[in-house]
């Protein structure tokens, strides 16, 4: 057909007991001749399946489908599931499962909580602040009659722990993780005190820096699920 670019296709044989749907990127396999569905990310791309007719065959649908042929383009713009949102443009790597995802940038952020204190202490007692699973005891006094005065002992507790770094604007906490990544939420209960607070939590990301086997550029946009066309070029990409 006019306009169809679907340049090199070879045969290669099918890894494993079950089939390689349509639109799934493939590995190399562990003999000569063979391709795999990739189980981890970042895998080095052999191309997509794009012509798996046993689907259509009743006579060879069933059972196991290792040694099996499967059609396979190797270059060009091929078509390919999406393993989760891409922009047009976008390098892609090959995800687990011969799905398609955007590579990874490589910043990473470290994860900042904001604790504003909305009542001060009334009784004197603790105030319990969780930081990774672990309670840490603020002691509060009726003495600390104003928002600002709990967040200051507030973020002088937690400025002295392993891994975080706390400091207090008026009446609010900024607690920042040492580390990038995600962590587990920051939790705050003023028990008996009658210290209120509002947690807010900027999550964190890890540093995803390293070498990726890029696919190619995605030829247009689209979320998990979806199947679009890419320009297929193998590169290693250092992101630092």
Do not use: H, W
Request: aromatic share 4%; net charge negative; hydrophobic share 40%.
């Amino acid at each position: 057909m006019a306009g169809k670019l679907t340049k090199t296709q070879r045969t290669y044989k099918i890894e494993g007991e079950s089939g390689v749907a349509m639109y799934t990127g493939v590995t190399y396999g562990s003999q000569e001749g063979y391709v795999a569905v990739p189980e981890a990310d970042n895998a080095v791309l052999v191309g997509v399946v794009c012509n798996d007719e046993r689907i259509d065959d009743p006579l060879r649908a069933g059972g196991s489908q290792a040694g099996r042929n499967v059609a396979v383009q190797v270059d060009g713009y091929p078509a390919i599931k999406l393993g989760g949102t891409v922009n047009y443009g976008e390098r892609l790597i090959l995800g687990a499962g011969g799905v398609a995802i955007a590579m990874p940038d490589g910043t990473g952020n470290e994860e900042v909580t904001k604790i504003k204190v909305l009542t001060p202490c009334t009784t004197a007692g603790n105030v319990v602040v969780n930081i990774d699973g672990t309670n840490n005891n603020v002691a509060v006094t009726t003495g600390d009659d104003t928002a600002a005065k709990v967040a200051t002992a507030i973020a002088t507790v937690l400025d002295a722990l392993d891994g975080y770094t706390a400091t207090a604007t008026t009446d609010t906490v900024t607690v920042t993780a040492g580390a990038k990544g995600n962590k587990a939420d920051i939790t705050v209960s003023g028990g008996d005190t009658g210290v209120t607070a509002q947690v807010t939590i900027t999550q964190g990301a890890a540093d995803n820096s390293g070498v990726y086997n890029v696919i190619g550029f995605a030829e247009k946009g689209g979320n998990i699920g979806d199947v679009i066309p890419f320009k297929l070029v193998l590169q290693s990409y250092d992101v630092e």
